[in-house]
């Protein structure tokens, strides 16, 4: 998993502790930016229905559903996945003029 905040990798084979932080930035590492769950286009921003709501996504906390992710390197990545195939539809062919028909 990479630091939310530093993108350091940060090993973990081992259970993730509620007050871990990171060995680079020093900024906790079980927080919600760190979590596979983590989705900013979703409810709560949270894709795990269950899980209780967290306010601040850059403190620890403690999920109970917390696993060591993507979080906000994946929705990111999602994210430009999408504008690209969003830019790709929308975009004009080659030697259409703008304007009115």
Same mark, same amino acid.
Do not use: M, W
């Given at each position: 998993m990479k630091c939310w905040n530093c993108a350091t990798e940060i090993d973990t084979r081992?259970?993730?502790e509620f007050r871990a932080a990171c060995?680079?930035?020093d900024r906790?590492?079980?927080v919600c930016k760190n979590c596979r769950? $983590?989705?900013p286009a979703y $409810?709560?921003?949270?894709?795990?229905?269950? *899980?209780?709501r967290v306010v601040d996504k850059e403190r620890?906390?403690?999920?109970?559903?917390?696993?060591? +992710?993507?979080?906000? *390197?994946? *929705?990111k990545r999602i994210g430009s996945q999408a504008r690209a195939q969003?830019?790709?539809l929308f975009k004009k062919p080659p030697g259409a003029?703008? +304007?009115q028909a």
């Open positions: 081992e259970r993730v060995p680079s930035c906790a590492v079980h769950h $983590y989705d $409810y709560n921003q949270c894709r795990e229905t269950a *899980a209780e620890a906390n403690f999920c109970e559903f917390f696993a060591p +992710g993507g979080g906000i *390197a994946q *929705a969003l830019d790709a003029k703008g +304007g």
